[in-house]
């Protein structure tokens, strides 16, 4: 079973192909339409994918700046999926690992400021 494959494409960023997954609509409008006002809902769940995407744009791209590949980021319920590969070396993995959290804390701060 090809994950990807049910996947709807939202657009190449970066050389990076970004797919939106069919249960993340089912998602969205649970989530969307728990609040009274459902443009209320709807910006949030823009503004927590776009925090999620962001996110998995600092692992891809960290990946590409130690030498490694990535080709493909899939959005879900779950959250988000980097397909990577970084460079065959620990600090490389190391990079890419913690570059994701390093974006969520950079836009924490800039949400609390």
């Known amino acids: 079973m090809d994950f990807l494959g049910y996947g709807i494409?939202?657009?190449r960023y970066f050389g990076i192909n970004v797919r939106l997954h069919f249960t993340l609509l089912i998602y969205a409008y649970l989530r969307a339409t728990s609040f009274p006002d459902l443009g209320w809902g709807l910006a949030f769940v823009a503004g927590l994918y776009l925090c999620i995407l962001l996110h998995e744009f600092g692992h891809a791209l960290a990946a590409r700046w130690c030498d490694?590949?990535?080709?493909?980021?899939?959005?879900?319920p779950l959250g988000g999926l980097a397909f990577v590969r970084p460079a065959f070396h620990p600090?490389?993995?190391l990079i890419t690992t913690v570059a994701g959290p390093?974006?969520?804390?950079?836009?924490?701060?800039a949400f609390s400021a």
Do not use: M, Q, R, S
């Open 68 to 76: 490694g590949e990535a080709n493909d980021i899939l959005l879900w």
């Open 9 to 11: 494409p939202l657009g």
């Open 91 to 93: 600090t490389a993995h």
């Open 102 to 109: 390093l974006v969520t804390l950079v836009l924490w701060l």
